[in-house]
């Protein structure tokens, strides 16, 4: 089962950056679909990038421009590049497999919390 541990987040002030990793286990990382995923409590977990196994990606209107998905499947870690950071990011975030390769049963790791603030 494969299980992902997600790293990074932390206090930043608004326009600053962070780089978010996902550590995946399993040596079949490389066939998922991958995405980044976040959660204001009380609201509904929003997927925020994904990216296909071939490198194609996806972003949601309120992030394009600003972030950036990646992989690197030789050491099965996804990546989320975060430059120009807004309040409104503040968020618990998480990744987890992501188009046709998202399961509802799929489990959440404990996600890395990202607060921007001034």
């Known amino acids: 089962q494969v299980q992902f541990v997600e790293s990074g987040g932390g206090l930043v002030q608004p326009g600053g950056s962070l780089r978010l990793s996902c550590a995946a286990s399993g040596s079949i990382f490389r066939i998922y679909a991958m995405g980044w995923y976040r959660q204001v409590s009380g609201k509904q977990r929003e997927l925020v990038a994904d990216?296909?196994?071939?490198?194609?990606?996806n972003y949601a209107d309120s992030v394009k421009g600003r972030f950036t998905i990646s992989r690197d499947n030789a050491k099965n870690t996804a990546y989320l590049q975060m430059n120009s950071l807004k309040p409104e990011d503040t968020a618990v975030y998480y990744c987890n497999k992501a188009r046709a390769d998202f399961r509802a049963w799929n489990s959440w790791g404990q996600g890395t919390q990202v607060t921007v603030s001034s």
């Open positions: 990216i296909t196994a071939g490198g194609s990606t």
